[in-house]
């Protein structure tokens, strides 16, 4: 370790999606940008192990707007950044039981003409698997599509380097403190100095800031489980939409010709590296195969993952109240990769204090929805 000290306009922590983007946004504003990972490799924790569907149709309101303001960067063509298209059509089916009809009926509401409403015999053309009698209704999202989360955030990374950001890996953060008028960053290389520090920690975003002696948000990081299996004998299931049950206990997505499975399950958990639980396990593979015709003799691969929230489920991003050049970008819980390009021009723009984008304006996102400082979340911290 060397006590040379490297200096920067913008330091951001954390080179999963939320932090590549927001720092490869950053640099193409013309700020000197340093981002650090305190992994080997970036994107290792959730990122690295997201499965992620883009859809309009999923999230809390301001999710919905930040995805479609994002549509057209996952829409854009191939370019010297990436050399393939971001998504690939695949569809999002929301069933319901009998019992579960309220449900849909609200979502439908709130979707108004964004899904088609299907009936049994409707719902089986699209998912031959699916036990005859399980659902009473779904809803389709004809525009889900599958998103390449290794090309976005490749390419995201690509962005901040040929705008001569810098990233650094095995670069954990030791120390955070005020120095003068910006911020000391010691990690287990040489130290940074910048006038901004961008909290983009994911599951540790709290722990970041309770070093740099400001307050927490209260973000709670939960663990997801994901199980691969086989496909039934004599089904090709490449054709097949994500299927989702509408009170999100359960999904299942095809993936490269097998099945991604998953609970659903939102267990707190610290931060750490997530490993995936018997029970969870056992839990996913009962609901799996409550709904469909699925025999599940051996699972190829299972692994977990921390998607984090905040109380209100909305992402935080903007100024901390109570210190001076520290950003948060944090709280995206499941929703991190879909809205990305947008949720990181927003934050470049909030950061270096310029105006957010019109497109993202257009689509009723602002400032005040995602602040720190926000009503909504500062009344759920103080009765949790």
């Keep these: 370790m060397t006590n040379e000290v490297e200096s920067c306009d913008v330091a951001v922590i954390g080179a999963g999606i939320a932090g590549a983007s927001a720092a490869a946004e950053i640099a193409a504003l013309g700020a000197r940008v340093v981002l650090l990972e305190r992994e080997d490799q970036p994107g290792y924790h959730t990122t690295g192990r997201s499965a992620a569907l883009f859809t309009r149709t999923y999230g809390p ?8 303001a994002s549509e057209s960067a996952f829409n854009a063509p191939p370019d ?18 009998a019992d579960q009809l309220t449900a849909l009926d609200a979502l439908a509401t709130e979707l108004q003409d964004g899904a088609e409403r299907l ?7 699209h998912l031959p698997i699916l036990r005859p009698d399980y659902a009473a209704a779904a809803l389709f999202d004809h525009a889900a599509a599958d998103i390449d ?6 390419q995201y990374l690509r962005l901040l380097s040929a705008n001569g950001g810098t990233l650094r890996t095995r670069a954990e953060v030791r120390a955070l403190s005020k120095d003068g008028a910006d911020w000391r960053i010691d990690t287990h290389a040489a130290p940074i ?17 309770i070093m740099a002696g400001v307050a927490p948000v209260g973000l709670v990081p939960k663990r997801r489980t994901a199980l691969l299996v086989a496909a039934p004998a004599g089904h090709a299931p490449d054709a097949w939409p994500m299927t989702v049950d509408i009170d999100e206990q359960f999904y299942l997505k095809p993936d490269a010709g097998n099945l991604l499975l998953s609970p659903a399950d939102e267990t707190p958990s610290p931060p ?4 995936p639980e018997e029970l969870d396990i056992a839990i996913c593979i009962d609901r799996i195969q409550t709904a469909f015709d699925l025999p599940v003799p051996r699972i190829a691969h299972r ?10 489920k909305c992402p935080v991003v903007g100024f901390a109240p109570d210190a001076r050049g520290f950003f948060w970008l944090a709280g995206q819980g499941g ?12 934050t470049a723009a909030l950061a270096l204090d310029r105006p957010i984008p019109g497109d993202i304006q257009a689509e009723g996102v602002c400032a005040d929805a995602l602040m720190p400082g926000r009503p909504s979340l500062h009344l759920a911290i103080a009765t949790t």
Excluded at 149 to 154: G, I, K, S, T
């Design 335 to 346: 929703y991190g990769i879909q809205s990305a390009p947008a949720l990181a021009r927003m």
């Design 149 to 154: 989360v290794d090309a976005l955030h490749r």
């Design 80 to 97: 010297q950044w990436r050399p393939h298209p971001l998504l690939r059509p695949r569809g999002a089916m929301f069933i319901a039981r």
């Design 303 to 312: 692994w977990a993952g921390l998607r984090s929230f905040v109380a209100d």
């Design 193 to 209: 100095r910048a006038a901004i520090v961008v909290n983009a920690a994911g599951a540790w975003a709290d722990t970041v800031a």
């Design 61 to 68: 309101p301001v999710i919905r707007a930040l995805s479609r």
């Design 119 to 125: 009936d049994r015999g409707a719902i089986s053309h």
């Design 272 to 275: 750490c590296d997530a490993q």
